[in-house]
């Protein structure tokens, strides 16, 4: 028996495990700490009730033998989960078929699994910071990974570099960790870079929902990036299914790689290794692009947007420079005192008793960097703020 070697060139603790496991380690010697979490980017509300009105619904049908249903006929999704999907990018002017909608169990499933159907030769462009599941899913592949350089001078929006050669290219917009989000013009110019590269970029648009007005939601937005383009959809920050595991992978038609549609290479990887999500979840899923589940899920949104624009509000009276809020649920900025996100990630929780995410785990880039979430309960996060002031 021979191990996958690569596996030893990953970080030894998965960058939530180590902060769980040090939270952990202050709440059993604090028993009666007053905890603020604004660390993993967790949901906090509850399921609307249009979701909540068909989940109940689909169970009972699986509770009767003439409605019960087994395995998906499918395991790229049921047809009504599909076309409610479709239905939902046309929404905001995008056009997309049931057909190039492929349900799966969450974004991160899919970003991870996408690069089963690419060969290991292909040279792997992220930015720094990064979403870790981009770099570790390569790292276990042994794939070349080069870096775009994300920084304070060009806002965390790392841009095409001429002479830089890649053939599968991340972009995450709204950026998670940094909450900066890419205009038309700059996601054209990475879409006319992966063009004449002949690469594909994996688009990951897990937080679309938060975006607001003249900014895009989707890379299909982008003349041409059908072309070269993959995307991936999430409900779990849409819908607060973080704990249900639902999302979707849009792959056009039009792309193709020596002749082969790229699309018919995944439905046939997800053909041999997924069984598909469950029927109550696809349903339930369905209800949240429903007119009711849409009116619901913006009251949500809009709390947590609240919640940002708290905390943005907070920094701008510190004077302290940031990322995000206004069209994320992420805020990024730099820690006092030079300090390195470690220090003040152990000193807010030590001394303030809040949980953040400290840059360095999101690459070198990342150093002296924090990231606080706006998924927590309103009056705590103003607690918070206080505290951090």
């Not at 660390?39 to 009730?49: E, N």
């Not at 794939?143 to 350089?149: L, N, S, T």
Request: with cysteine; net charge negative.
């Amino acid at each position: 028996m021979k191990l996958n070697a690569n596996f030893q060139n990953l970080e030894q603790s998965y960058l939530f495990v180590t902060i769980a496991q040090k939270v952990n380690a202050y709440t059993a010697a604090h028993p009666d700490n007053k905890l603020i979490r604004m660390g993993i980017g967790d949901v906090t509300l509850p399921l609307v009730p249009a979701v909540i009105e068909a989940m109940h619904k689909a169970t009972d049908e699986m509770a009767k033998k003439e409605t019960f249903r087994g395995y998906s006929p499918d395991s790229s999704g049921y047809p009504f989960l599909r076309e409610a999907i479709a239905g939902y990018y046309g929404g905001f002017g995008v056009s997309v078929e049931p057909g190039e909608v492929f349900v799966g169990d969450g974004a991160k499933s899919d970003v991870g699994n996408i690069v089963d159907i690419f060969d290991n030769s292909n040279t792997i462009l992220v930015p720094d910071p990064v979403y870790p599941v981009y770099v570790d899913t390569n790292i276990m592949a042994g794939r070349k990974i080069v870096y775009a350089d994300a920084n304070m001078e060009n806002g965390f929006l790392p841009m095409p570099q001429e002479g830089q050669k890649a053939d599968i290219i991340y972009i995450c917009s709204p950026n998670n960790p940094t909450g900066a989000v890419y205009n038309y013009e700059q996601l054209k110019a990475w879409v006319d870079y992966a063009l004449d590269q002949k690469a594909v970029i994996l688009f990951d648009a897990a937080y679309e929902c938060f975006v607001g007005e003249g900014l895009p939601r989707s890379i299909f937005a982008i003349p041409g990036a059908e072309k070269c383009a993959i995307e991936f959809g999430s409900l779990s920050k849409t819908a607060g299914f973080t704990g249900m595991r639902c999302g979707y992978t849009v792959i056009k038609k039009e792309l193709q790689a020596d002749g082969v549609p790229v699309s018919k290479l995944w439905e046939r990887r997800q053909g041999s290794k997924f069984n598909g999500v469950s029927y109550v979840t696809q349903r339930a899923a369905e209800a949240v692009f429903s007119a009711e589940g849409q009116k619901q899920i913006q009251e949500n949104i809009a709390y947590y947007k609240r919640n940002a624009a708290v905390m943005a509000q907070a920094l701008t009276n510190k004077g302290v420079w940031f990322t995000g809020g206004a069209n994320s649920p992420y805020l990024w900025f730099r820690c006092p005192e030079g300090m390195s996100g470690w220090d003040y990630f152990d000193y807010l929780l030590n001394e303030k008793e809040i949980v953040g995410t400290p840059g360095e785990g999101f690459g070198k880039n990342g150093a002296g960097c924090m990231r606080l979430t706006a998924f927590g309960d309103a009056e705590k996060t103003k607690e918070a703020m206080e505290r951090l002031k």
